[in-house]
């Protein structure tokens, strides 16, 4: 599954829930959060101050 910006946190989570760990370890520790099911990868990223591009590299590693 090739995760982008606008993937949303609730379909990563079930789509690529081995990348979850990444997210936690990025400071996404409310992943969780009913709220953050339908915000997308880059919503998240902007309200926790990290660099999405960063994340997508982590996440799209194989």
């Known amino acids: 599954m090739e995760i982008n910006k606008d993937t949303k946190i609730g379909e990563l989570i079930e789509k690529a829930p081995e990348k979850v760990d990444i997210l936690l370890e990025a400071g996404m520790h409310c992943i969780g959060c009913p ?28």
């Open 35 to 62: 709220a953050s099911q339908e915000e997308t990868l880059e919503e998240a990223c902007l309200v926790h101050g990290i660099d999405v591009e960063d994340v997508l590299e982590q996440i799209n590693k194989e």
